[in-house]
């Protein structure tokens, strides 16, 4: 079979624990793609340290704006990326670079879209929102990525269940491992509709 290639946007801030399980999942066998390269906006990405940890090859681009989306094209371009998945990116990514790569990037959001999404809608905010809300429910979907936040079409979700007594940490703790479930599952969904040469990277 063949294989693909990904390349993991991480943020200037996570830990980078949804790239790990990525990354896992592609030196596992668990995914038919391997990791082209680890792309942070910062050198100073706590997320850096474990992708070197884990033998995965890194790119950084600092720059902002225009110039940002045209290296970050660049790269893919050069690392011949087939999919880009997001974790712990937190902002938009610029229209060219959604538009240069239809049905190609994917997100995973800590709650059941679309419920608990949209700008500002992360992280810990996540499960405050969805503990006041009553809900009985949360869990973790990964979607396309478009021109506006958590609004791709979405490609997969898993449910967790709200529990009697339940913080916004404690439902925090038993969503991040489904989150790394889901998007594994979501990535060789992914390769199986899109991928395997049928919308391979130019």
Request: net charge positive; charged share 20%.
């Given at each position: 079979m063949n294989t693909g290639r990904l390349a993991v946007l991480v943020g200037t801030k996570g830990r980078g624990s949804n790239m790990e399980a990525i990354v896992r999942g592609c030196l596992e066998?668990?995914?038919?793609?391997?990791?082209?390269?680890?792309?942070?906006?910062?050198?100073?990405?706590?997320?850096?340290?474990?992708?070197?940890?884990?033998?995965?090859?890194?790119?950084?681009?600092e720059s902002e704006g225009k110039q940002f989306a045209e290296e970050l094209l660049a790269v893919l371009k050069q690392e011949r990326v087939d999919l880009l998945c997001?974790?712990?990116?937190?902002?938009?990514?610029?229209?060219?670079?959604?538009?240069?790569?239809?049905?190609?990037?994917?997100?995973?959001?800590?709650?059941?879209?679309?419920?608990?999404?949209?700008k500002g809608?992360?992280?810990?905010?996540?499960?405050?929102?969805?503990?006041?809300?009553?809900?009985?429910?949360?869990?973790?979907?990964?979607?396309?990525?478009?021109?506006r936040y958590d609004e791709g079409s979405i490609l997969l979700q898993k449910r967790v269940p709200v529990e009697e007594g339940d913080t916004p940490e404690s439902l925090a703790a038993r969503v991040l491992p489904v989150e790394h479930e889901t998007y594994v599952e979501a990535i060789r969904l992914w390769w199986e509709r899109y991928g395997d040469g049928r919308n391979a990277s130019t």
């Open positions: 066998g668990r995914l038919p793609m391997e990791v082209a390269c680890v792309i942070a906006p910062s050198r100073e990405a706590p997320a850096l340290e474990r992708a070197r940890s884990l033998n995965a090859p890194v790119r950084v681009i997001l974790a712990g990116y937190m902002r938009l990514l610029p229209p060219e670079v959604v538009r240069a790569m239809p049905n190609r990037i994917l997100n995973v959001h800590p709650a059941l879209l679309p419920k608990f999404g949209g809608m992360y992280g810990m905010k996540v499960h405050e929102a969805v503990i006041a809300s009553g809900d009985r429910e949360s869990g973790a979907t990964v979607h396309f990525v478009n021109e």
